[in-house]
């Protein structure tokens, strides 16, 4: 089965640095999901990656999906504290069957 | 455009009880997907309908149940509650099925069982 890890677990950073948070598939990605959590809520969708090489942006987000399509990477400029929560990244498994794998998630705090 | 709703958004059980979590997903949408969250499992996937159809299952026991109605509303059933079923339950809603769709998800149900 697919497994995502995610690095670092948790990160604090100051307001206004740069961030990266970089999530491993140990199997051939064949859609990436970018999502932000606030602790014991929903998940708000980020941005979502499918062809090798592909690079989105959102705002000050920007998340990028390896030509191998096997590791993805979030960056955030100039961070601020409605940055910080839980990011998670989630992988779709090739083939006819369809489910969404989860990474265990990056705890963000951005201090001010 | 309303987003996908869960009911209810909090619930306490004691073991051995049997619960029903409700989600209605984003009008159009035909694909529900259920999850559940523990602080030492993380996300995991439990099932997957589209169009009343359960499509794609997870490794959950069969106390683990649900079902989808023509109207794409979904409802989740966990019966003889454990300890270990204690977890966020989430909802997530996409037009279609399959990879390559977003995902959009609920607020949640927290589940207590004591």
């Known amino acids: 089965s697919q497994e995502l890890e995610q690095s670092p677990q948790s990160l604090i950073v100051q307001e206004g640095k740069n961030l990266t948070i970089n999530c491993t598939s140990s199997?051939?990605?064949?859609?990436l999901y970018w999502y932000k959590q606030k602790y014991g809520e929903g998940l708000i969708f980020l941005m979502m990656?499918?062809?090798?090489?592909e690079e989105k942006s959102h705002e000050k987000i920007t998340a990028k999906l390896d030509e191998k399509k096997q590791q993805s990477s979030l960056h955030i400029t100039a961070s601020q504290p409605s940055h910080a929560g839980i990011y998670l990244c989630?992988?779709?498994?090739?083939?006819?069957?369809?489910?969404?794998?989860f990474g265990k998630g990056t705890l963000l705090t951005v201090n001010p | 455009k309303a987003g996908v709703t869960q009911t209810p958004r909090y619930l306490i059980k004691t073991r051995g009880q049997q619960v029903t979590l409700s989600c209605s997903p984003i009008?159009?949408?035909?694909?529900v997907s259920w999850y559940q969250q523990t602080p030492g499992q993380g996300l995991q996937f439990l099932f997957e309908?589209?169009?009343?159809?359960?499509?794609n299952k997870g490794n959950f026991p069969g106390r683990f149940s649900g079902r989808q109605f023509s109207n794409s509303r979904s409802e989740m059933n966990v019966s003889t509650l454990e300890l270990g079923d204690s977890a966020l339950y989430l909802c997530?809603?996409?037009?279609?099925?399959?990879?390559?769709?977003?995902?959009?998800f609920g607020p949640g149900t927290r589940l207590t069982v004591l």
């Open positions: 009008s159009g949408h035909r694909s």
């Open positions: 309908y589209f169009s009343e159809t359960q499509r």
């Open positions: 990656l499918q062809k090798g090489g």
């Open positions: 199997k051939t990605l064949y859609g």
């Open positions: 997530a809603s996409s037009r279609w099925s399959g990879g390559g769709n977003e995902q959009f």
């Open positions: 989630g992988a779709v498994s090739g083939g006819s069957n369809y489910k969404l794998t």
